[in-house]
């Protein structure tokens, strides 16, 4: 298996480290043609702004978006997510273009500025039922995004709980904020639809390699799925298939 980590701009060299790790290669992506030699792809943490710039410019964005159409499996770290997501709101003025494919609506530094950065330990307990480990997840949070809403087809794999800080009422003598009445409410953190997986905070600055082998592991599936169906179209000597063209197997994967 080898799995492109795109390497515009962010901490990509992180994430090929974790997957080595795990014994799995991970090669840098700058190109279109390259996401040809590779079965799944990680967009990794990084300025969001930056890298879509760079991938206008090297015009990726047709190839990363076929890339998603395909059903080949997708992690988007942080500014991955944002990539990753239908609709952003947040963004500096012109906006960015976006890959697109996970219904949701991602909000661009939701957490705030680079000084309020921080880590925390999030629950994770789809996360620990397939790899075990702790009951939690220490979440590692860089001007991060996070996801306002999902469509009904996006399941929810962690979220956060956030101090609600918004002022309702205020005058000279009296201010009322919504943690008065609300003292916390909960943002979404991680998020996965169909071959789309997402997390607004960078595993590949831990040592807890727990998400990349759920990733590794879906996108064995992903491909077992693939497979399965390609072999399920057989036509017998002399036959002709009346129905679609099976689809083209991929390029060898094996090392």
């Known amino acids: 298996m080898t799995v492109g980590v795109l390497a515009l701009q962010g901490s990509f060299n992180e994430h090929i480290a974790a997957l080595r790790r795990l014994g799995v290669q991970g090669v840098e992506i700058r190109k279109a043609d390259q996401l040809l030699t590779v079965s799944s792809l990680i967009i990794p943490g990084g300025e969001s702004t930056t890298m879509a710039k760079l991938a206008e410019y090297h015009n990726l964005f047709p190839a990363l978006r076929e890339f998603v159409k395909m059903g080949k499996p997708v992690w988007g770290t942080c500014a991955g997510l944002i990539f990753l997501a239908d609709r952003a709101v947040g963004q500096k003025e012109g906006g960015q273009e976006l890959v697109g494919g996970l219904d949701c609506t991602v909000h661009r530094n939701f957490f705030g500025s680079q000084i309020q950065s921080f880590e925390a330990d999030i629950s994770v307990p789809q996360l620990t039922s397939q790899e075990g480990g702790p009951e939690t997840y220490r979440g590692v949070f860089i001007r991060a995004p996070a996801v306002l809403d999902v469509g009904p087809d996006v399941e929810v794999l962690a979220d956060y709980p956030v101090p609600s800080n918004k002022v309702l009422y205020s005058s000279s003598t009296v201010q009322i904020q919504e943690e008065d009445a609300l003292p916390e409410t909960k943002v979404i953190v991680a998020v996965k639809q169909g071959n789309l ?39 017998s000597v002399g036959e002709t298939s009346t129905g679609p063209e099976p689809a083209k197997p991929d390029l060898p994967i094996f090392q």
């Open 197 to 235: 997986l997402a997390t607004a905070f960078h595993p590949e600055l831990t040592a807890d390699t727990r998400w990349h082998s759920y990733f590794i592991k879906m996108t064995k599936e992903i491909e077992q799925g693939a497979s399965s169906s390609s072999n399920n179209t057989i036509v």
